[in-house]
């Protein structure tokens, strides 16, 4: 891949024996139905904070109908949703953050470079450069798709109060 350098080498990876199927990752993140956006995860190597795992884009998705009608191509901000997944189980698997849940904090320097097609697989790649304990986390992210990235980025995590919200719904509810 001339000019970008991968976080992982997608021709090193053994997609055929997963360290995380989709239960594996229903215990660390909360998305559930149309808003699950890993299929798999299948590299980890916790000395480099480093995590792999991977979307394969099916007929099925929600969006497939609308965006767009005779040319279905992945929406970007499902793309970053990925992308937060994966970083948010890496993350929570390792109690990182010290939070029962990670959500979006923010995003920087993200740039959409290829499309991605039904058919396709997603690579996703997270690598952990920065972590406050129950404050932030910074992860520089690729998605790759055959030989391109087709989306790259900072992203941020931060500890969601589950607690503090679920109380605020009861509220809002009565």
Not at 14 to 37: G, K, L, T, Y
Not at 109 to 130: A, H, N
Request: proline fraction near 6%; include cysteine; aromatic fraction near 6%.
């Amino acid at each position: 891949m001339a000019g970008k350098e991968l976080i992982v080498d997608p021709s090193k990876l053994d997609f055929e024996n997963p360290v995380a199927d989709i239960e594996a990752i229903r215990a660390m993140n909360p998305q559930r139905h149309e808003m699950e956006q890993l299929t798999a995860v299948v590299y980890e190597d916790q000395e480099k904070n480093i995590c792999v795992g991977y979307k394969d884009i099916t007929k099925d998705e929600f969006w497939v109908r609308g965006h767009m009608p005779g040319m279905p191509l992945m929406p970007g901000v499902v793309m970053l949703e990925a992308a937060a997944q994966l970083c948010s189980y890496y993350v929570q698997k390792h109690d990182m953050l010290g939070s029962p849940m990670v959500g979006f904090g923010g995003l920087e320097d993200v740039r959409f470079r290829d499309p991605v097609l039904l058919g396709s697989r997603l690579i996703l790649m997270c690598e952990l450069t920065k972590l406050r304990r129950g404050r932030m986390l910074v992860s520089r992210f690729q998605g790759v798709v055959g030989e391109s990235i087709a989306v790259e980025g900072i992203i941020k995590g931060i500890p969601i109060p589950v607690e503090a919200l679920q109380q605020m719904q009861e509220k809002a509810g009565s």
